[in-house]
């Protein structure tokens, strides 16, 4: 019997929140009988407190976060954009950063109009990140049409 408590008393400690001596405490005050019987009513309750979800009977979600930095919509915003690029220390730290940010912006805006003239006059990167997005939305449908709609509204 003393073996039958030791194997009922290793299964539940495994099954209990780790650093709990509940049952370890009720044993150590019971002797035969009473102890088994409360090894059973608490192996019971063990069992009966399971979770009721079953992690295969869950339906998996999925997200997706599309990001990019940016860019200018058109030549006249591309100051601007230069200016915030250059002040954010999260994309650079430079020394004295509030004072030259503005002067790095100011000299390098006409050569950067320059580039995105050549390409349409702004940054076409939100275009394409909309047509990225527009694509990802059809290929999870393609994928999973059991699932939910996808992207009703794509945040631009």
């Known amino acids: 019997m003393a073996a039958a408590l030791r194997a009922a008393a290793a299964l539940l400690r495994d099954r209990l929140v780790p650093g709990s001596s509940r049952v370890q405490q009720q044993w150590r005050c019971q002797s035969g009988a009473a102890a088994a019987a409360t090894a059973t009513e608490t192996a019971r309750q063990v069992k009966s407190t399971k979770p009721q979800v079953h992690p295969e009977k869950r339906k998996p979600k999925t997200g997706i976060l599309m990001l990019n930095m940016g860019g200018p919509e058109t030549l006249g915003d591309v100051h601007d954009f230069l200016l915030r690029l250059f002040l954010d220390r999260d994309l650079m730290t430079l020394p004295l950063q509030n004072k030259l940010a503005p002067i790095i912006a100011k000299r390098r805006t006409p050569r950067i109009?320059?580039?995105?003239?050549?390409?349409?006059?702004?940054?076409?990167?939100?275009?394409?990140?909309?047509?990225?997005?527009?694509g990802m939305v059809k290929l999870?449908?393609?994928?999973?049409?059991?699932?939910?709609?996808?992207?009703?509204?794509?945040?631009h």
């Open 113 to 134: 109009q320059e580039q995105y003239r050549r390409i349409g006059g702004g940054s076409p990167i939100k275009m394409w990140t909309s047509k990225q997005g527009e």
């Open 140 to 155: 999870l449908d393609k994928m999973s049409p059991h699932t939910d709609k996808k992207a009703k509204d794509l945040e």
